[in-house]
């Protein structure tokens, strides 16, 4: 469990503090718009009603206590960059903050963030490439080059193990999963073989994935 402080309460920043709760995290949230609060208060710890470019207001919280400190603001990025600058003069030991352009991101990074993260244009990849090819059902990111892919298992596939398709060799892409009826299996063996059931959790670089399953 983590000690964490949110600050900016708007759709990105309330779904951060129900996940974070989901997970079991202590959380203080901040915010300067008293609905904004009340509308987080079941899935927070603590939460209070401020200005975070104040200084005096961000140091009455004890900084130095929070495991992270997450900069949700998405309206006002002059508050989102005073708001980081604060915190890491303050002490915070990890400040994550919301951009929405690189331009933002350059900025951020200058003036105390340690990770930037991008919400719109991260969901915005994630849907081009999980909805324009027909069978991707989800995607996860690791960098500009390499990703997790899950996808059903090919028909060809059908009644082979994963040893006799052998794809690390052939296309340099790693089989790190696979599905049956909603049940994950992370401990592989070559003798796995595939069913019509079967999705698959692959990982390697986006082109080998895309040569090796035509998307």
Sequence with gaps: MKSILLIGLGRFGKHIAMHLYQLGHQVMAVDHVEERIETVLPFVTNAQIGDSTDADFLESLGIRNFDV??????NNFQSSLETTSLLKELGAKLVVSRAARDVQKKFLLRNGADEVVYPERQLAK?????????????????????????IPVP?????????????????????IGVKEHGKLK???????????ETTI???????????????
């Design 186 to 196: 992370l401990s592989l063996s070559p003798d796995v073989v595939f069913t019509a």
């Design 69 to 74: 400190c997450i900069v949700a603001i998405g």
């Design 155 to 175: 028909k060809s596939w059908i009644g082979r193990s994963i040893g006799q398709i052998d794809i690390r060799k052939k296309y340099n892409v790693n089989i």
């Design 126 to 150: 994630w849907t081009a490439i999980r909805y324009s090819a027909d069978h991707v059902l989800d995607y996860i990111e690791l960098d500009e080059d390499h990703a997790v892919f899950e």
């Design 201 to 215: 959790l692959v990982l390697g670089e986006n082109k080998d994935i895309q040569k090796c399953f035509h998307i």
